[in-house]
């Protein structure tokens, strides 16, 4: 790896590996590699702490492998990351709040893990984060609040086991998908999903799904949400 002094990608998704994420690929190549992407594959084992040495990268896709183990904080060491997609892999424990250093971040995929315990408040710091995808993990508590995030448009977070009222003041006025489904979250369903004076919180709002939830009471008038194309409370 030392000698590949110009290699500045590494692209191996869709093929059968197995074994382990050799460190050597976080030293050899640290100064220079921008992106890697090992994704789909049947890579096992923990991400090695020697990522932290991969200064120059910029988009990392480790999905759909059977990576384990939870993840080091050196994963927030990465300066210039733009894209982290460790989604489909067993990944346990609690995501670590070093990923709120990753202040680059415009794309973050955890989905389809088995993460725990409730997200770091300091999330709600990736100011330049776009699409965020937490879903199908065993994530518990209320929601951090991301409303800051100006830039962020998509949010995944089904299929957990988030609790409180729907977080509606939580989200950012540039969100358009905002899928909650398959979580504990109580009480009725916000009127200012509906209304049109409320709605200015939440004004691009295209796609809501909030079903299988512990959600009572009335459905408000959502008549005033002219941006809503699909919704559903099933």
Do not use: W
Not at 14 to 43: C, I, K, M, R
Not at 190 to 197: L, Y
């Amino acid at each position: 790896y030392k000698r590949q002094e110009l290699l500045l990608s590494i692209r191996l998704a869709d093929n059968d590996l197995d074994g382990t994420l050799p460190p050597e690929v976080f030293e050899g190549l640290a100064s220079h590699l921008l992106a890697l992407d090992l994704s789909t594959s049947s890579l096992g084992g923990t991400v090695p702490r020697e990522i932290r040495n991969a200064e120059a990268l910029t988009h990392l896709y480790l999905g759909d492998n059977l990576l384990t183990g939870t993840l080091p904080n050196a994963i927030g060491a990465l300066p210039r990351v733009t894209h982290l997609f460790l989604n489909e892999n067993l990944f346990t424990g609690t995501p670590p709040s070093s990923l709120a250093s990753l202040t680059r971040l415009q794309g973050l995929g955890l989905h389809q893990n088995g993460f725990r315990g409730t997200l770091p408040a300091r999330l709600g710091r990736l100011r330049n984060l776009n699409v965020l995808y937490l879903d199908e993990n065993e994530l518990t508590g209320t929601v951090p609040d991301l409303a800051g995030l100006q830039n962020l448009t998509f949010v995944n977070l089904a299929g957990n086991a988030f609790t409180g009222a729907v977080p509606v003041d939580k989200f950012p006025t540039s969100t358009t998908r905002l899928l909650l489904s398959s979580n504990s979250f109580s009480g009725g369903v916000p009127a200012a999903f509906g209304d049109v004076a409320a709605t200015a919180h939440l004004p691009n709002l295209q796609e809501l799904d909030i079903k299988r939830n512990d959600l009572t009471g009335m459905v408000p008038d959502f008549s005033g949400a002219s941006s809503l194309v699909t919704l559903d409370l099933s």
